[in-house]
């Protein structure tokens, strides 16, 4: 069974303020691949990233980084000096080798303030 | 490149009336996916296609509810009779897919929000 934890419901922030958005992912799976996707208040479902189990190298796009670590579990998402457009929910996702089903976690709505 | 294109982007309906959902895959994708989003139950797994054949279609919530895919660039989710508890938002999803992989990313569609009276 495969299981996906964002245990933060809603966080709000200060615009130009960093913050860490966390995921935490169960599986029995050695070879298993995260995702998150961003969902404006507009709706649509946007593809941010994907990783698979065997590439723990930190990766930075732009204001984005993601944290993954093995050893807990984890598939962080950090937004540096925020802007009112990263406002959204965040979702963190969990598939596996050889299965196409995603397991989504619940979503954080992230808000920020101008 | 045209991302996964669905229709109507709205639909308002009452209840008992039949409800039809379409959704074309990005160009070249091999597998195709239905979900449903609602506050309580988050985002669900209704059924997933891979080379227009229904893989897994366990998600589908009960016999009201049927999926088709008779091409490669067109799939339908129909409800039959639709009942207020079925008001979501319906995402359409495609991937390149492949039997082995698991490793492809799912894009998304804009999505149809159904509201049933």
């Known amino acids: 069974a495969q299981k996906v934890t964002q245990a933060q419901t809603e966080i709000s922030v200060v615009e130009k303020e960093d913050v860490t958005l966390d995921c935490v992912y169960e599986?029995?799976?050695?070879?298993?691949?995260l995702f998150w996707y961003k969902q404006p208040p507009s709706g649509e479902l946007v593809f941010l990233i994907r990783r698979n189990s065997f590439d723990e190298q930190n990766e930075i796009s732009g204001r984005y980084s993601w944290n993954f670590q093995k050893s807990t579990s984890s598939f962080n998402f950090t937004i540096t000096a925020s802007q009112v457009v990263d406002s959204a929910v965040y979702f963190c996702?969990?598939?596996?080798?050889?299965?196409?089903?995603?397991?989504f976690g619940t979503g954080t709505r992230l808000t920020i303030i101008p | 490149d045209a991302g996964v294109i669905q229709s109507p982007r709205h639909e308002v309906t009452e209840m008992g009336q039949e409800v039809t959902l379409r959704c074309k895959p990005i160009s070249g994708h091999n597998s195709l996916f239905w979900y449903r989003q609602t506050m309580m139950r988050g985002l669900e797994l209704l059924i997933y296609f891979n080379n227009n054949v229904p893989i897994d279609d366990s998600g589908m919530p009960e016999d009201r509810f049927s999926a088709k895919m008779p091409n490669a660039s067109f799939s339908t989710l129909k409800i039959q009779p639709s009942e207020p508890r079925d008001s979501a938002v319906y995402f359409c999803?495609?991937?390149?897919?492949?039997?082995?992989?698991?490793?492809?990313?799912?894009?998304f569609g804009p999505g149809t929000r159904l509201t049933v009276l």
């Open positions: 599986t029995r799976d050695t070879t298993y691949y």
């Open positions: 996702a969990l598939t596996t080798f050889g299965n196409e089903k995603l397991t």
């Open positions: 999803a495609s991937s390149l897919g492949g039997r082995r992989s698991g490793t492809d990313t799912q894009y």
